[in-house]
């Protein structure tokens, strides 16, 4: 699907547009800490192997956890439509990720002078763990239709990164 910009949008559709806000202070080295609505304040930071302080997970992280978290946003509103039997959720996701810093360390250069080899995931890999009693075709259109409506997939799919989203059901 073309993506839409603001100013393509009929004004009758205006009213489904809304302005998300977060506000973001850096903290210094690798840690910053954002303001999000009025919900506890959320840090972004490396481990301390890599020079962090470890007050929470790195971007590349969170954006895996945000993965997550709208594919189970989609699988409720989905389920609801459906009238799909939908249990317990889980899910373990992995990326894979140009740790640049080991060519920092091997070359004595700097961040800015190493080329990346990606510049952002090589792959995800996401498992999804379920309890249903519906049949092999109906999870497979509700797969199908979680991973096309899930905005954080679209955003990976657009970004070109590779998506593997292997779904389980679990007893």
Known sequence: MAQMTLEQIPADKLDRVDQISVSTRYLGR??????IRDVPEVYIDEPQSMGGVNSGPTALESTLAALNA????IMFLVRKEMKFDLGAVRFQTDGWVDKRSVEMRRTKQPYSAIA?????????????????????????HFRGEVLRLCPMHALLRDAGVPVESQWTIES
């Open 30 to 35: 690798y840690q910053s800490v954002s303001s």
């Open 70 to 73: 709208c594919s189970a946003m």
């Open 116 to 140: 990346p080899l990606t510049e952002h995931y090589f792959k995800v890999e996401q498992k999804v763990y379920i309890t249903t009693s519906e049949s092999g075709e109906r999870l497979d």
